[in-house]
């Protein structure tokens, strides 16, 4: 039976700048990296169980962004090639961090467990559930596959997204019979199908209709929740429209993919963002099913400015309209560090959010 999570946090927390200063070192220690990660992973799960989070993440402080864990594990990716994207809405003096993904020039092998090197620490020293987050199978076509490179290895992006799915599924297998208790899909590729900008570009770029690979790309997610489904272990996937350095790619509400989406994909809880007007209204939630959570994103990880608790106790209340209370819970929109170089807010500010989450959910729901 899933767990009910009345307050939850998507994953990442922000770097300290010792540790950003390990690991950009020439050449790296390992040896004292490691022993920063883990003094700080100590630091960051304690003030979760402080909060009164019932499962914990280690903020992803040992990976280079949210989805390195797959890349670092898995040849087939050049790191010094990339698909350039177009960020918006941030500090024009601060350009978004470098979220190397790669492209994939060879085929894909997994060469080492993908979460091998952070869950034993999480299973020795979490002292409650432990939350697990990976990407969606369905991030890396989108942004790994370079016409005239990968195309020579994969005919097109189904074939390298079901390879993907292949050596996420194996991961997620293992996860869920090791005692991690949470795990947590990112998929911010579904954000394509609700901005027509982006629809435009799937039928240009990648050659398909929008709809059909939106199909596609539930079924390459459900694959991986298939594999995962075990009693006690909960479910979920965070849907979102880019967060680097506090900025987006992505606009437009979940009308366009409610139905197909929120109807379709065999998850416990649905993490949706819902920080500002960029994400619509919460008519589409009328689509979740009886047995799924919603988890409102009402808490911005990208600005520093506290929300007003009795606002996020209001749109509560408006949402329930759609969703019975019993089944909503409340988190941040994002995690506060998608790439190790973080958004544009303090620790002491990003502290303050995850205790404003706590302090609402235990305000609506007691």
Known sequence: MATSYRADQVGSLLRPAELLAARAATPVDAERLRALEDQHILRVMGRQRDLGFEAVTDGE???RNFMSDFTDAVDGF???DAVQRTWQAGDEAVAPASSVTGIVTDTLRP???LTGHELPFLRAHAGTGIKMTLPSANQFPAIAFKRGVTDRVYPDHSALLW???AILKQELQQLATEGVSYLQIDAPRYSYYVDPKWREWVRTTIGVDP????EEAVRADNACFEAARREGVTLAIHLCRGNNRSQWYAEGGYDAIAD????GLAVDRFLLEYDDERSGTFEPLRFAPPDKTVVLGLVSSKRPQLEDPDELARR???ASRYVPLERLALSTQCGFASTAEGNLLTEEDQWAK???VMSTARQVWG
């Open 111 to 113: 060469v080492r467990r």
């Open 211 to 214: 709809d059909a690979a939106l």
């Open 260 to 263: 197909t989406v929120l109807g």
């Open 78 to 80: 050049d790191l010094e």
């Open 163 to 165: 390879d993907v799915v």
């Open 354 to 356: 995850l205790e404003l």
């Open 61 to 63: 402080l040992r990976r």
């Open 316 to 318: 509560v209340d408006q």
